[in-house]
């Protein structure tokens, strides 16, 4: 029972829109559980809630049928589970915007400025051409792509200035545009391809990086579906649960601060819109999907290591690094990439002491952690 108090207390931070974790850290509640159960009793709800409780009515029952059917109102704004939005599509945004709000909180707007159920991935490829086309028409586009000319033989009998002069000038030509626009092309295909093994994402390009942009995250139906994964030669089925979404979020808002603040290692090193251009795109996955995984598993190993949460997250982030890691093992990099490769190499060593299975795990998809470099 909670004092006198602590239900004033309650009933203040509900109304600013404080999800159960938050209010019960500050008014010292040891129970989410029983402050959940106190909030249904006193049917005490945030603005959101209300909000969605105004949509669910509005579109179930009519205010005729409101005024007749009072003992329905708390059942139709209770709070959607994640039973209900995979069995009913139509309940899924809705289902979203509770969960972050429940296991977020305001934090989860600190870096995105909105969370999207794309059930089709239809708004993301509007999103990625629509993105792609701002970044064709950014001068530092145009830099970028003189820089993969420069060295073609048309330009050979010119120095300095000049050849960059003559680069631009036969891109900007009638001969020399469809390169520039095949360049943008292959640019936006290649974010696509990547798009269809996400269950969720974000868009956007390293020259924002580190401008304090927040980022527009997606959700894709499949993390209503099952998800297959190959093991050692067997096929691993994972069912969908509300703690794979969890995990799931947490590795995109993870992305989402990266993309906002910059990638940010030990020693002062920092990649954002003023030197990105020096990190290699092989580099930055390693980096910015590592630092993902991680923040997913620190949810995850809380489940315990054998959960099936757990388990997928530790398959995902095994299969990636190898994948990875094999095409940095070929890769030839300067030292300011072998560098920042050192570092987290150095970050996912210290990792597998602190995370359960994980270096059983990269030892099943051969992640060996020992990349080195030759100049």
Request: aromatic fraction near 10%; charge should be positive; proline fraction near 3%.
């Given at each position: 029972?909670?004092?006198?108090q602590q239900?004033?207390?309650i009933?203040?931070l509900?109304?600013?829109?404080?999800?159960?974790?938050?209010?019960?850290?500050?008014?010292?509640?040891?129970?989410?559980?029983?402050?959940?159960?106190?909030?249904?009793s006193?049917?005490l709800?945030?603005p959101?809630?209300?909000?969605?409780?105004?949509?669910?009515?509005?579109?179930?029952v009519?205010?005729?049928?409101?005024?007749?059917?009072?003992?329905?109102?708390?059942?139709?704004?209770?709070?959607?589970?994640?039973?209900?939005?995979?069995?009913?599509?139509?309940?899924?945004?809705?289902?979203?915007?509770?969960l972050?709000?429940?296991e977020?909180?305001?934090?989860?707007?600190?870096?995105?400025?909105?969370?999207?159920?794309d059930?089709?991935?239809?708004?993301?490829?509007?999103t990625?051409n629509?993105?792609?086309?701002?970044?064709?028409?950014?001068?530092?586009?145009?830099?970028n792509a003189?820089?993969?000319?420069?060295?073609?033989?048309?330009?050979k009998?010119?120095?300095?200035?000049e050849?960059?002069?003559?680069v631009?000038?036969?891109?900007?030509?009638?001969?020399?545009?469809?390169?520039?626009?095949?360049t943008v092309?292959?640019?936006?295909?290649?974010r696509?391809?990547n798009l269809?093994?996400?269950?969720?994402g974000?868009?956007g390009?390293?020259?924002?990086?580190?401008?304090?942009?927040?980022s527009?995250?997606?959700?894709y139906?499949?993390?209503f579906k099952?998800?297959?994964?190959?093991?050692?030669?067997?096929e691993?089925?994972?069912?969908?649960?509300?703690?794979?979404l969890?995990?799931?979020?947490?590795?995109?808002?993870?992305h989402?601060?990266?993309?906002?603040?910059g990638?940010?290692l030990?020693?002062?090193f920092?990649?954002?819109?003023?030197n990105?251009?020096?990190?290699?795109?092989?580099?930055?996955f390693?980096?910015?999907?590592?630092?993902?995984?991680?923040?997913?598993?620190?949810f995850?190993?809380a489940?315990?290591?054998?959960?099936?949460?757990?388990?997928?997250?530790?398959?995902d982030f095994?299969?990636?690094?190898?994948?990875?890691?094999?095409?940095?093992?070929?890769?030839?990099?300067?030292?300011?990439?072998?560098?920042?490769?050192?570092?987290?190499?150095?970050?996912?060593?210290?990792?597998?002491?602190n995370y359960?299975?994980?270096a059983d795990?990269?030892k099943?998809?051969?992640?060996?952690?020992?990349?080195?470099?030759k100049?």
């Open positions: 029972m909670f004092t006198r239900r004033k207390g009933e203040k509900v109304e600013d829109g404080f999800n159960d974790a938050e209010i019960s850290k500050r008014l010292g509640i040891d129970n989410p559980q029983e402050l959940s159960a106190y909030r249904k006193k049917r709800m945030t959101s809630e209300r909000k969605a409780r105004r949509n669910i009515i509005g579109g179930v009519g205010t005729g049928a409101l005024l007749a059917t009072r003992g329905l109102i708390y059942e139709l704004a209770r709070p959607v589970t994640f039973e209900d939005a995979r069995r009913n599509p139509e309940l899924r945004q809705e289902y979203i915007n509770q972050v709000e429940r977020f909180g305001k934090t989860a707007f600190q870096y995105v400025h909105q969370f999207v159920y059930y089709d991935k239809s708004l993301t490829v509007r990625i629509d993105e792609t086309i701002k970044y064709s028409q950014e001068q530092l586009f145009l830099e003189i820089d993969a000319y420069i060295n073609h033989p048309l330009f009998d010119y120095n300095g200035k050849r960059r002069k003559k631009l000038e036969f891109l900007q030509s009638p001969s020399g545009r469809p390169t520039l626009q095949n092309e292959f640019i936006r295909q290649g696509l391809r269809e093994v996400k269950l969720a974000s868009v390009y390293m020259y924002d990086l580190g401008l304090k942009k927040k527009k995250l997606f959700i139906d499949g993390v099952p998800s297959y994964r190959n093991v050692s030669g067997t691993r089925i994972f069912e969908p649960t509300e703690e794979n969890i995990a799931i979020l947490k590795h995109e808002l993870s989402a601060e990266d993309y906002y603040r990638l940010h030990q020693n002062g920092a990649v954002t819109h003023d990105f251009t020096k990190i290699k795109n092989d580099v930055s390693y980096i910015y999907e590592s630092k993902a995984y991680l923040r997913a598993l620190e995850t190993r489940l315990g290591v054998d959960h099936p949460t757990h388990q997928f997250a530790l398959t095994a299969a990636n690094m190898a994948r990875v890691e094999k095409d940095l093992r070929s890769a030839k990099l300067d030292t300011y990439n072998q560098t920042l490769v050192g570092i987290q190499q150095g970050n996912l060593k210290e990792a597998i002491k359960p299975g994980l795990m990269f099943v998809f051969g992640v060996r952690l020992d990349l080195t470099y100049n």
